[in-house]
């Protein structure tokens, strides 16, 4: 008797300590991550720009590498010209200059031709692309944008706003939205697009959210981010653009972005996300979404490596070091889910 008494205990205890007990160390961080971001992104606001503003959207040099075929960049060129900017620079390769120098004055209105110029280089590479473009910019300022997106009516004006007024700002990113969704029947959109388009919204409260603690980013998106142009046409920015090295043996061709939000941070500007612009960007609606977001998503953690060991300026700008509790909690969030 008394051993299967023993026994029930023994067997009870077994099954009190099986069962949870509250949440789980991954749990919890994931919890105080996403409350501080979703307070972030409410107390977020439009940063102001100035009514009588100096910086106007002709001092604007865009450029805009491309690889894709050329009659799909026409109708995200006709949202860019609706800013009218100072200039449109495309790059692309010598195989496609000629059809898209074809299809620019089939499409483009002549009286707004004259501001869209195409350029070429031997072998696509975009880094080598941007190079090319930047040491043919004339602008104040240059717009680096990808060839699919759409912008929001007054979206340089909104960017140059904050350059204008905070002198100490070198690059504004905008928030962005997967274009044309909201129009369409929710039976017509793809488990893809569904993916995309909330991955965009976490982005947009993950930047905010960390603008509105301390101004800092992540990273000034390379679908469309604003820069001071002697940032850019700096000999010295350029030269560690074209020869950037992971382990000192990968040359990095793709990860431009990255790289310029960490100048920028290095040398001592700030960044800004001017929450009033708006960008559109097409959404894969197949499976090549996982392709594109495993190459974005390995962009990040090498940047998040290269920033958390190798800039002592990133723990030093403010009293809230928001970005590199960001990419510690990304890093620390890895590691729980591994082992949690």
């Known amino acids: 008797m008394g051993g299967s008494t023993r026994l029930v205990d023994d067997s009870t205890r077994h099954v009190d300590k099986d069962q949870p007990t509250g949440l789980s160390s991954t749990e919890c961080w994931h919890l105080v991550r996403r409350t501080l971001r979703l307070y972030g992104y409410w107390r977020m606001n439009p940063l102001p720009v ?68 195409a350029l070429d280089i031997p072998l696509p590479n975009k880094r080598n692309q941007l190079m090319r473009g930047i040491q043919a910019a004339a602008g104040e300022v240059i717009v680096l944008a990808d060839d699919d997106v759409y912008w929001s009516k007054n979206l340089l004006q909104q960017v140059l706003g904050v350059l204008e007024l905070e002198p100490e700002v070198g690059g504004v990113t905008t928030q962005e939205e997967a274009h044309g969704l909201d129009a369409r029947s929710p039976e017509t959109i793809t488990f893809w697009e569904a993916l995309e388009a909330r991955r965009l919204s976490m982005r947009n409260i993950d930047i905010a ?83 594109q977001t495993l190459r974005w998503a390995r962009n990040g953690k090498i940047s998040s490596l290269k920033r958390f060991f190798g800039s002592k300026r990133m723990w030093k700008r403010s009293v809230i070091p928001c970005l590199p509790l960001m990419i510690f909690s990304s890093i620390v969030t890895q590691v729980l889910d591994i082992h949690g």
Request: charged share 20%; proline share 7%; aromatic share 10%.
């Open 209 to 291: 959210a960390s603008s509105w603690l301390d101004g800092s980013q992540t990273v000034l998106t390379g679908r469309t981010a604003a820069y001071r142009a002697c940032i850019l046409k700096d000999p010295h920015y350029l030269s560690a653009f074209t020869n950037e090295y992971f382990l000192w043996r990968y040359r990095m061709h793709c990860g431009d972005d990255q790289f310029t939000t960490r100048w920028l941070l290095n040398h001592g500007w700030k960044t800004r996300m001017q929450t009033g612009a708006m960008i559109y960007c097409e959404a894969l609606n197949d499976s090549r979404h996982v392709k």
């Open 50 to 117: 100035p009514d009588n503003p100096r910086m106007r959207p002709d001092c604007v040099s865009v450029l805009i590498p491309t690889i894709g075929a050329p009659a799909d960049l026409i109708p995200p060129l006709y949202t860019m010209l609706d800013n009218n900017p100072k200039e449109i620079i495309f790059v692309t390769t010598a195989a496609l200059i000629r059809e898209m120098r074809a299809v620019l004055q089939k499409f483009i209105p002549k009286e707004q031709l004259h501001k869209i110029h």
